[in-house]
Nanobody
């Protein structure tokens, strides 16, 4: 089993920054990839950013140039640095790890951007 604990959400004004963290514990060997998703009220959950075990990254178009995903392998932690935040970034953000083919989700952290 793998446990994921997220932190870093909150309320920020438009144009501001936040950094989300997601720390994994438990059977964390062979992490395949780490992702951040978000879900806004009334909308489907969408993939925001992903990073593979060898460091390759992908982003949804709406956050390219503003968000950066990174990982600390020694700490089994993935980060999402969010800059130039917009009101449309308001959502619950979830991290997701794939470990040996199994998918684990964090509990979610609220990000609210006020305009």
């Amino acid at each position: 089993q793998v446990q994921l604990v997220e932190s870093g959400g909150g309320l920020v004004q438009a144009g501001g920054s936040l950094r989300l963290s997601c720390a994994a514990s438990g059977r964390t060997f062979s992490i395949n990839d780490m992702r951040w998703y978000r879900q806004a009220p009334g909308k489907q959950r969408e993939l925001v950013a992903a990073i593979t075990n060898d460091g390759n990254t992908n982003y949804v178009d709406s956050v390219k140039g503003r968000f950066t995903i990174s990982r600390d392998g020694a700490k089994n932690t993935v980060y999402l640095q969010m800059n130039s935040l917009k009101s449309e970034d308001t959502a619950v953000y979830y991290c997701r790890y794939t470990v040996m083919g199994y998918v684990y989700w964090g509990q979610g952290t609220q990000v609210t951007v006020s305009s």
